[in-house]
């Protein structure tokens, strides 16, 4: 993504990425699951628990249902520390880059649909609003 969008553009962005997510066919990830799932995919590992509750701020359970769902759905793995037996790692699968690769290109897709500047969509719903008013 180009850092030339304003924030709404990249609201927009979010929400066509989103909504595509959600039309395609299979399960689709809550909030939650997909902060998970590009945390592990997006930041240098290795990944536990411990460490993803500390980065997204939320407490160790939910970072473990989120986990519990994304291994249902094989886009991550959990796997005994082999230096450290009483800790877990979060590794990536082949499933999991191919959702990656999806959302990236998604978002391209989403980025190029991006072409009427927000300022003019806001004129125009004012402009509609002042005639119906």
């Keep these: 993504?180009?850092?030339?969008?304003?924030?709404d553009q990249m609201v927009g962005i979010l929400r066509d990425t989103i909504v595509s997510l959600v039309r395609r066919d299979g399960?689709?990830?809550?909030?939650?699951?997909?902060g998970v799932f590009l945390t592990v995919y997006l930041s240098e590992g290795p990944h536990t628990v411990r460490g993803l509750a500390g980065e997204l701020n939320v407490?160790?359970?939910?970072?473990?249902?989120?986990?519990?769902?994304?291994?249902?759905?094989?886009?991550?793995?959990?796997?005994?520390?082999?230096?450290?037996?009483?800790?877990?790692?979060?590794?990536?699968?082949l499933k999991g880059a191919a959702l990656l690769k999806d959302i990236r290109s998604t978002m391209a897709?989403?980025?190029?649909?991006?072409?009427?500047?927000?300022?003019?969509?806001?004129?125009?719903?004012?402009d509609d609003t002042r005639r119906a008013g």
Excluded: N, W, Y
């Design 1 to 7: 993504m180009s850092s030339q969008h304003d924030p």
């Design 59 to 93: 407490s160790k359970p939910a970072i473990t249902r989120a986990l519990d769902r994304l291994g249902e759905l094989d886009l991550a793995r959990r796997k005994l520390d082999p230096m450290d037996r009483r800790s877990v790692l979060v590794q990536r699968t």
């Design 27 to 34: 399960p689709d990830l809550s909030a939650r699951q997909l």
């Design 109 to 126: 897709q989403a980025e190029g649909q991006i072409s009427t500047p927000v300022d003019a969509v806001t004129a125009e719903f004012l």
